[in-house]
T-cell receptor
């Protein structure tokens, strides 16, 4: 597609509920990143994929957070047993580099705003 | 470790005046530096980046930024501000030899006053 697409745009979850957030990167983009942006803060790195391989998950805040990209295109970020502190905007970005290290621009999606009540 | 500091939470400037949004960074090696803009309920939009070469980088919408290695700064500038420039601006850094992800500052809200 023309850009990075994320769905849903908004998600309200009851505490304890599981949620799944979807990211459709730009077609052919090898690298995919997930970020968490809390209110009034800058985005914070969660995890990175190169094709289907999850090369870095050092930013995932707990084992309740899980991400996958099984076919190297669409990615899903799953949060189990959501807590109020999980409320944030979750941003996905993709990049065209075909190597592990990229100097090229990262294209961001519009994000999913998760509110846990 | 990598980090970015945006010392001003808020910058106000009159329309037509020059604007500066400050950014300093810390990386162990050489940096890649980026500026992004975020409008309400929108994702991050790329403005410009410094990779190598000329220290003055020109980007979208008339913005530019100057890489200053000795001061570890990458301030965003525009000669004449527009009301439509009002938004949230983020500086980000990546260590060339480090991780692939970007480290972001906390953002600066720019308000251009008509």
């Amino acid at each position: 597609g023309a850009g990075v697409s994320q769905s849903p745009r908004y998600k309200v979850a009851k505490r304890g509920q599981d949620v799944a957030l979807r990211c459709d990167p730009i077609s052919g983009h090898v690298s995919l990143f997930w970020y968490q942006q809390a209110l009034g803060q800058g985005p914070e790195f969660l995890t990175y994929f190169q094709n289907e391989a999850q090369l870095d998950k050092s930013g995932l805040p707990s084992d309740r957070f899980f991400a996958e990209r099984p076919e190297g295109s669409v990615s899903t970020l799953k949060i189990q047993r959501t807590q109020q502190e999980d409320s944030a905007v979750y941003l996905c970005a993709s990049s065209s580099s075909n190597r592990g290290r990229t100097a090229y621009g990262y294209t961001f999606g519009s994000g999913t705003r998760l509110t846990v009540v | 470790a990598q980090s970015v500091a945006q010392p001003e939470d808020q910058v106000n400037v009159a329309e037509g005046n020059p604007l500066t949004v400050k950014c300093t960074y810390s990386v162990s090696g050489n940096p890649y530096l980026f500026w992004y803009v975020q409008y309400p309920n929108r994702g991050l939009q790329f403005l410009l980046k410094y990779i190598t070469g000329d220290n003055l980088v020109k980007g979208s919408y008339g913005f530019e930024a100057e890489f200053n290695k000795s001061q570890t700064s990458f301030h965003l500038k525009k000669p004449s501000a527009l009301v439509s420039d009002s938004a949230l601006y983020f500086c980000a850094v990546r260590d060339r030899a480090g991780a692939n992800n970007l480290f972001f500052g906390t953002g600066t809200r720019l308000t251009v006053i008509p």
